[in-house]
């Protein structure tokens, strides 16, 4: 075979398919045995992967070579890639976007991974193409992988998150509100959302569902399961809530936690932003800092005067590449926020603050992107062991 290297036979029943492949395919093209290691490879692949072919022998997809990322910033382990979840489970692949370290940059490819049968439809390893993609295929992945990790800023939100269908029956909720309101899940399945706050649903409903979608601040009560009453600051809003269709997410804040210091500014003033210790801002689809809380301003160690109007990719650097971030502002239609990666703030005296960078769209409807720096979870912590910033 021309353009092709190998350091070992295929098996009967995969070898001319994978021959034929790696012969004819203008992508990168890599064949793994049942120890997930390459064995055999065309010079595409190599040049994809910024190596030398003679590296490529016995390397896995995850070799710290190429740092292999994925697209919400996890870098790819021996045990947790592409390659072995198809030698694992015998079923092909599903194509997502990875970043390697190509010759100083991080570059995006499309990996497909397929399993090679032999005698007995006994898997006997995996072909993979990688093929370079453009950037809004990279979007478009980054956003289905920050919808995923939605879920995971929902269950680890500071406030008491629960999802209430039209029935006014509980169908969704976070361990902020078990502790919230003193029960176990087990406790809350088919709870009605009256018997855990006095909060009127039908309001919310009317109020939320509007046409500009807007969130429904108030203060309200939780009830936990002794009777005591708790005072709560409410935010609630219509969304569409996978599995459960138009629901209304409600997530409330033990009062005690608000900070009651007077908003900066006329429109915060309408806002709970300005209360709440999470540093948060806002910004237009095109990165300019329209308005912050003074937790952000601390955050930045700026005056809020001197952030507003700034772009503010002047002041944060993101985890293991740039974010596009016009083009995903563009794209965000929820108000849920959704964990794009770490991100670090540059501080005036020089210093530099890790952050876990959220977004999601304003509740008032307005054309702007809400960002919430968060603390930095221990996946964001695992990736800096073995990656860098970006500048």
Request: aromatic content about 6%; hydrophobic content about 45%; charged content about 20%.
């Amino acid at each position: 075979m021309t353009d092709v290297c190998s350091t070992t036979e295929f098996g009967i029943g995969g070898a001319w398919l994978a021959e034929y492949t790696l012969e004819t395919l203008g992508a990168g093209v890599l064949y793994f045995d049942r120890q997930a290691e390459i064995v055999q490879w065309n010079v595409v692949a190599a040049r994809l992967l910024g190596v030398t072919e003679e590296l490529l022998a016995g390397r896995g997809i995850d070799d710290p070579r190429w740092q292999a990322t994925r697209a919400n910033g996890d870098r790819l382990s021996e045990d947790d890639n592409p390659v072995r979840l198809v030698l694992d489970s015998g079923e092909s692949n599903s194509s997502e976007c990875i970043a390697v370290l190509n010759d100083g940059r991080m570059e995006w490819l499309r990996i497909t991974a397929l399993p090679i049968y032999g005698p007995g439809r006994q898997v006997r390893g995996v072909l993979a193409s990688l093929v370079p993609v453009a950037n809004d295929a990279r979007i478009a992945d980054i956003l289905t992988a920050a919808v995923q990790s939605g879920r995971i800023a929902f269950e680890r939100s500071i406030a008491a998150n629960v999802i209430v269908d039209r029935s006014g029956r509980l169908v969704d909720w976070n361990r902020g509100l078990c502790d919230l309101v003193q029960r176990s899940d087990l406790e809350l399945v088919g709870c009605q959302f009256d018997e855990i706050c006095d909060a009127d649903l039908k309001d919310l409903w009317v109020e939320g569902g509007s046409a500009s979608q807007g969130a429904t601040w108030v203060e309200t009560r939780a009830v936990d399961q002794s009777g005591k009453v708790i005072p709560v600051v409410g935010n609630f809003s219509v969304v569409d809530w996978p599995g459960s269709g138009r629901s209304v997410m409600g997530q409330l804040i033990d009062a005690h936690q608000f900070v009651r210091s007077a908003p900066p500014t006329a429109e915060l003033q309408m806002s709970a932003c300005a209360h709440v210790k999470l540093a948060m801002l806002t910004m237009t689809t095109a990165g300019v800092v329209v308005e912050l809380n003074q937790t952000a301003a601390e955050l930045f160690d700026r005056p809020m005067s001197e952030m507003v109007r700034e772009q503010i990719v002047e002041h944060v650097s993101f985890f293991p590449d740039p974010l596009p971030l016009r083009e995903l502002s563009e794209q965000l239609r929820s108000i849920i926020p959704s964990c794009f990666g770490l991100c670090s703030i540059r501080q005036a005296d020089g210093s530099v603050v890790l952050k876990d960078w959220y977004m999601s769209r304003v509740a008032d409807g307005r054309p702007l992107v809400l960002v919430q720096l968060a603390e930095v979870s221990i996946e964001s912590l695992e990736g800096i062991a073995d990656g860098g910033l970006s500048s």
